[in-house]
Nanobody, 126 residues
Framework: QVQLVESGGGLVQAGGSLRLSCAAS?????????MGWFRQAPGKEREFVAA????????YYADSVKGRFTISKDNAKNTVYLQMNSLKPEDTAVYYC??????????????????WGQGTQVTVSS
């Protein structure tokens, strides 16, 4: 199995920054997985935020965060990061890390991700 543990969430004022981390472990985890971040605000569906290929050579972002968020990974540490700058109140949500073990690149497709973390709360005050 694969375990994903997010950290780094919290309360921040609008315009501020946070960096989320996702530590991956487990006997079957591979750095060859596509890693993604999703978020879910109260009363809304879980939505795609960003993804990174296993090599780190490809990244993909939702339009709503492009230019403000950066996804990166450290394969030696089995950790994925989401640097969030210029945060807005509408970024408030529970942020989830996810892993896609397939070899295809479908970063936005939620069903492609087999493994999910428990989530970390991000709250942006106005």
């Amino acid at each position: 199995q694969v375990q994903l543990v997010e950290s780094g969430g919290g309360l921040v004022q609008a315009g501020g920054s946070l960096r989320l981390s996702c530590a991956a472990s487990g006997r079957t985890f591979s750095t060859y997985y596509t890693m993604g971040w999703f978020r879910q605000a109260p009363g809304k569906e879980r939505e795609f935020v960003a993804a990174i290929s296993w090599s780190g050579g490809r990244t993909y972002y939702a339009d709503s965060v492009k230019g403000r968020f950066t996804i990166s990974k450290d394969n030696a540490k089995n950790t994925v990061y989401l640097q969030m700058n210029s945060l807005k109140p509408e970024d408030t949500a529970v942020y989830y890390c996810a892993a896609d073990p397939s070899s295809t690149w479908e970063p936005r497709r939620r069903s492609a991700y087999n493994y999910w973390g428990q989530g970390t709360q991000v709250t942006v005050s106005s």
